[in-house]
C-alpha cells in the first residue's frame, strides 16, 4: 500500500462486528488529516466509500450499515465534527450529528468496552463532556451524560447496567472512580467507588467481569492495582522488581476472563506483552521486543533515579541508564532528555536506538520536570500557565545536579527535547547558555508569543489553558519572558542541531526556520548551527522502517561528532 509514496501513515483499523469489513485511515502528506477506506476482507477489494478530511478513526453501528467519524477543520486542523456513515453513499450525504462549537475543544467518537455504546467526546485541556447512543440505534440523538462545567473532566467505561467514571469530580485533583446507572447518569446520581489519594495519581482503569484493575502512579512509579468486586478487601498490587521501569495495561478487549494483558520495559528491558492471571496470580510472557545483537544482555546495564532538590526545594527524579563499563565521571558524555508539559510523562522505556550511544560510553537520563504529571496532577499545574518557569528551572537544576554529582561536566553534557521539548531546549539555551555542550531540539515550539496570538495557526485555541492567552497583558509579558525567539540575544549558545519537517501540523515550520535565521545574524557565537527541512515529513518525523534510522542516526552522529567518537 505504501509503495510508490514519500510518506504513508496507515492508522485506526476497526473491524466491523460481523469481521466482514475494515475502515482505516491514511495520511500520505503527514499533516495529520487521513482519509477513510473500507475494505472487503473476504474479497480483498476496496469498496467505493471514501471519507476525506478525518481523523482516521471510525465507529462500527452494531448492523455494520453506518460508521460514525470525526472530521478537522482544513485550515486550524481542530477536530470539531461528528458525522455519520451510510455505507454505499458518498460524503456528501453524510449527516452531521455533533459539531464542537467552542474553539477551544476538540472532539472524538468511539465504542465503549462493552461494545453497546457509541460515545463522543468533547475535551479541553481541563474540561469535558460526553454523550452516547446505544451501538444498535445509529440513528438516535446522542444523549448528554452530564453538560460540561469548566474544570470538571470525566470519562466514562460502560459495564452491564451501570457507567463507571474516571473523574476529577468534587476536587479530585489526581482522579477517582464514580459510578452511576445508565439511565440516570447526571452528576446527581454519581456515587464514589475508587476515592481521590493525594499521594496517588489515578492513570486510569480496566473493568472486567471479575475485576477492577486500576494504573496508578505513586512518587513517580507506574503501579497496577487488582481489585475483586466481591473481596476488594483481598485487592493485591503487582510486583515489578525494577527500580526504574514501566508498565500499563494493554489491549483487554474481554470482559469475561480472569487475564489481564498488560505491557512492561525499562531502560534497560525490552518491551514485553505479558498476560496475567488475576485469580491465580501467574504471568506467561507473550512476546518480547526483539534486540538483533548477539551481544547484548539486559544486565550489561545499570539504572537508577536519582532525586534533585530544585531552587525552590521540590524534588525532581531522574531516572539514568548506562553501560555498566561506564563509570560517571567528568570525562562521561551525558544525554539529559526532557519535555514538560500537557501533563505527559515520559516514562523510562526500552529503546534499541540507545544502545548505540550507550555502548559508546554516553549516560542516558530523563529529567521528570513540572509540566509533566510525574508526581501527581499538581506537579503539571506547577509548570503551566504563570507556573511555566518551574519547567525550565526543573531541567537546569538537574543538570547542575548532575554535574556536582561528577556523572559529567559541561564539555560533555548534552540536552534533547521535542516539540514541547523543544520549547524546553530553547528556553534553557537562553536562560543558561553555558551550561552544556550541544542541544538537539526536535521540531520545536520556539516562537511561542506569535503563535499563541494568532487563532488561525492550527491548534492555538486549544492551547490557552496550557501557556495562556496573551491577548491578556500578564500572559503577554509572562509569555514574552521565556518565548525562546522573543529571548535570542547576541551571545555564545551551545552548539545546535534543530530539526523540523514542511508539513508540520503540530508546530508550523516557519517557527524553528525564523529562529534558526535570527541566530545566525548573532555575531558572538561561534557554535554550530545546523537545521535540517524534511521536505516530506512533518511533526511525527519520516514514515517507515528505515527514514526513521535515518533520523536518529542524525542525531547520534551530531553528538558524536562534538565528543570527537567514532561514528
Known amino acids: 500500500m505504501a509503495e510508490g509514496f514519500e510518506y504513508y501513515q496507515l492508522s485506526g483499523v ?61 485550515e486550524t486542523l481542530r477536530a470539531h465534527q461528528i458525522y455519520r456513515h451510510k455505507l454505499g453513499d458518498a460524503q456528501e450525504l453524510d449527516v452531521l450529528v455533533y459539531e464542537e462549537q467552542d474553539d477551544t475543544f476538540t472532539c472524538h467518537v468511539g465504542k465503549s468496552k462493552s461494545r453497546e455504546l457509541i460515545v463522543i467526546t468533547s475535551s479541553s485541556t481541563e474540561t469535558s463532556e460526553q454523550r452516547f447512543i446505544r451501538t444498535d440505534a445509529p440513528l438516535d440523538d446522542f444523549r448528554v451524560i452530564e453538560p460540561r462545567q469548566r474544570g470538571l473532566e470525566y470519562y466514562v467505561e460502560h459495564f452491564e447496567d451501570h457507567f463507571y467514571l474516571y473523574t476529577n469530580a468534587d476536587g479530585a485533583k489526581n482522579y477517582k472512580v464514580m459510578r452511576c446507572p445508565i439511565d440516570r447518569c447526571d452528576r446527581g446520581h454519581w456515587e464514589e467507588l475508587i476515592p481521590h489519594r493525594e499521594e496517588v495519581l489515578l492513570d486510569g482503569f480496566e473493568i472486567f467481569k471479575k475485576f477492577l484493575v486500576l494504573e496508578e502512579r505513586e512518587k513517580g512509579n507506574l503501579n497496577i492495582h487488582i481489585r475483586p468486586w466481591e ?47 488475576m485469580e491465580k496470580q501467574t504471568k506467561e510472557v507473550k512476546k518480547e521486543q526483539e534486540v538483533v545483537d548477539a551481544n547484548f544482555k539486559v544486565g550489561n546495564y545499570h539504572t537508577e533515579k536519582l532525586w534533585v532538590t530544585a531552587r525552590d526545594g521540590k524534588q525532581v527524579a531522574v531516572s539514568l541508564i548506562r553501560h555498566k563499563d561506564t563509570m560517571p565521571s567528568r570525562e562521561t558524555p551525558l544525554l539529559l532528555y526532557g519535555y514538560g508539559s500537557y501533563g505527559h510523562t515520559v516514562d523510562p522505556v526500552f529503546s534499541v536506538s540507545r544502545l548505540s550511544l550507550l555502548d559508546r560510553g554516553f549516560i542516558f537520563a530523563i529529567a521528570h520536570i513540572r509540566g509533566s504529571s510525574y508526581l501527581g496532577r499538581s506537579w503539571y499545574e506547577d509548570g503551566k500557565m504563570l507556573h511555566k518557569l518551574n519547567t525550565f528551572y526543573d531541567f537546569i537544576d538537574a543538570a547542575e545536579f548532575l554535574i556536582e554529582l561528577k556523572y559529567t561536566s559541561t564539555p560533555h553534557l548534552y540536552a534533547m527535547g521535542g516539540s514541547a521539548g523543544g520549547l524546553l531546549m530553547g528556553a534553557v539555551m537562553n536562560m543558561r547558555p553555558e551550561l ?22 492550527p491548534l492555538t485555541t486549544g492551547e490557552f489553558d496550557e501557556w495562556g492567552n496573551p491577548k491578556e497583558k500578564t500572559f503577554y509579558e509572562y509569555i514574552k519572558s521565556y518565548s ?84
Not at 500499563?248 to 496475567?276: A, H, K, M
Not at 552544556?436 to 495557526?457: A, Q
Not at 540575544?489 to 535565521?517: C, F, N, R
Open 231 to 277: 473481596d476488594p478487601d483481598n485487592a493485591y498490587y503487582m510486583s515489578f522488581d525494577e527500580e526504574v521501569y514501566t508498565a500499563y495495561t494493554s489491549t483487554n478487549l474481554e470482559f469475561d476472563t480472569t487475564i489481564l494483558r498488560y505491557g512492561y520495559t525499562s531502560l534497560r528491558q525490552p518491551t514485553q506483552v505479558i498476560d496475567f492471571d
Open 14 to 74: 476497526s473491524i466491523s462486528p460481523d469481521n466482514r469489513l475494515a475502515s482505516f485511515g491514511v495520511d500520505q502528506v503527514s499533516r495529520r488529516i487521513y482519509t477513510i477506506s473500507i475494505k472487503n476482507l473476504e474479497s480483498n477489494e476496496l469498496l467505493d466509500d471514501e471519507l476525506k478530511g478525518t481523523t482516521g478513526r471510525a465507529t462500527w453501528s452494531a448492523d455494520g450499515a453506518f460508521l460514525f467519524y470525526t472530521k478537522k477543520d482544513p
Open 484 to 567: 525562546p525567539y522573543d529571548n535570542l540575544k547576541d551571545q555564545s549558545y551551545p552548539h545546535l542541531l534543530m530539526t523540523t519537517g514542511l508539513h508540520d501540523s503540530q508546530v508550523q515550520y516557519w517557527e524553528p526556520a525564523k529562529y534558526i535565521a535570527k541566530m545566525r545574524q548573532f555575531e558572538n557565537n561561534p557554535a554550530l548551527v545546523l537545521f535540517k527541512t524534511d521536505m516530506g515529513f512533518g511533526h511525527g518525523g519520516a514514515s517507515g522502517r528505515f527514514q526513521s534510522i535515518k533520523e536518529i542516526a542524525l542525531d547520534y552522529a551530531f553528538l558524536l561528532a562534538l565528543e570527537d567518537a567514532e561514528v
Open 436 to 457: 552544556f555542550n550541544g542541544i538537539i531540539s526536535k521540531v520545536p515550539f520556539v516562537d511561542v508569543l506569535t503563535t499563541m496570538l494568532d487563532e488561525t495557526i
